[in-house]
């Protein structure tokens, strides 16, 4: 498993760079077969990396399992540099190692042990590999979308919480764009003239403000704010950027309906905002826990569950009802930071608790 872990991680593949990331792409390709995989997919992209559908046990008559894992990283390629492959104290320290190549490693030791021992469960296995999920996931939404939509699971290969727990439920985002339009002035000769769109905004940014309920989880947030030409002229527009979060599509939507009607507090100035980007939340069903946790316990694995304020491609089958575990990769600490690394014992342990999900997963919907 960290020889394979070695591999991915030095093949670096931060998501802008096509390049490395097909490099990478085409390294996974050439080793699914020897993992037991019966077909191979891969989907061309434009922009970022091909993404891979594998496929095993394609004649089970059971509803697919799928697993979801990307394969892109937030670090710039040349990290290695700064961030070497290195094994110190128990950990494997490395760019994309956590979050989450070792995810790819779990799950495929998982399959291939299975495949190994004739032991494949009674439903075709699916592993979707997608490389933009550090951007929202833009392309490959409706790929996910579509391979899940007759799944009895999806097993989203994640990294645990810090504390080694699962994560049984994550915010919804959504990202906005405002823009405020007044009218430009000479700011000395005629300032009567313009209509000032800093202030028409300051107006707004308060309102947004006001929708934030921090103590049950919904946020709004003001993240970037452009506007002004020229220290004496009125400002004609400003364009900002809101970052929204929430527990929950009620209170999720609640905030859109809000921020799609903001209306001008200025006579003359005009108010647009649009969604640009979402992942729906993932709210918690608790049945699915309590269900993965009798199948760790009667293994000797103890899981515990969490949440995170962050999304994963887990958000979009959650919100379609599909059953969803998420957080089932490697422990560790560090992602997307510097001292980004995997516990070592966390690899196999994982590997086993998956194989032992898909051998007993029963009664799914």
């Known amino acids: 498993m960290l020889d394979l872990l070695t591999e991915l991680v030095t093949r670096e593949s931060f998501t802008r760079d096509k390049r490395h990331v097909d490099q990478l792409v085409d390294f996974v390709a050439s080793q699914l077969p020897t ?13 970022v990396g091909d993404f ?18 990307h394969l892109d990283t937030v670090h710039p390629i040349g990290s290695l540099a700064t961030m070497p492959v290195k094994v110190q104290d128990g950990r494997f320290y490395g760019p994309g190692a956590l979050d989450m190549k070792a995810g ?33 996931s833009p392309g490959s939404e409706a790929l996910i979308r579509e391979r899940a939509a007759d799944c ?14 699962i994560k049984t439920w994550r915010k919804g985002g959504a990202k906005y764009s405002l823009t405020v339009e007044g009218r430009a002035a000479h700011a000395g000769i005629a300032p009567q003239e313009g209509i000032n769109a800093i202030i028409e905004f300051a107006r707004q940014a308060l309102e947004i403000n006001g929708l934030n309920d921090l103590k049950y989880g919904t946020s709004a947030s003001i993240t970037r704010v452009e506007g002004g030409s020229a220290g004496n ?29 903001l209306y001008p507090k200025m006579p003359g100035a005009n108010v647009r905002c649009v969604r640009i980007a979402q992942r729906p939340p993932m709210e918690r069903r608790p049945e699915l826990f309590e269900r993965a946790a009798a199948i760790g316990e009667r293994h000797g694995i103890t899981l515990y569950e969490a949440g995170s304020g962050g999304g994963s491609d887990g958000n979009f089958t959650a919100a ?39 051998l007993e997963w029963t009664g799914a919907d």
């Open 320 to 358: 379609m009802g599909i059953p969803t575990l998420d957080g089932l990769g490697a422990h560790g600490d560090g992602a997307h930071a510097p001292h980004e690394h995997v516990i070592i014992d966390s690899l196999p342990r994982q590997a086993a608790l998956i194989a032992a999900i898909l």
């Open 104 to 136: 790819l490693v779990i799950a495929l030791e998982a399959i291939r042990a299975l495949h190994e021992g004739d032991q494949l469960p009674g439903h075709p296995l699916h592993l979707l590999l997608t490389t933009d999920e550090e951007i929202g």
């Open 52 to 69: 891979l559908l594998a496929r095993w046990n394609e004649d089970a008559v059971g509803k697919p399992f799928l697993f979801l894992i």
């Open 35 to 47: 993992h037991g995989a019966g077909s191979i997919e891969r989907y061309p992209q434009e922009e």
């Open 152 to 165: 009895a699971l999806t097993l989203v290969m994640e990294p645990a919480t810090k504390e080694g727990a």
């Open 233 to 261: 002229v009125i400002p004609a527009q400003v364009q900002a950027h809101i970052d929204t979060r929430a527990l929950t599509v009620e209170a999720m939507e609640n905030v859109h309906e809000a921020l799609t009607r």
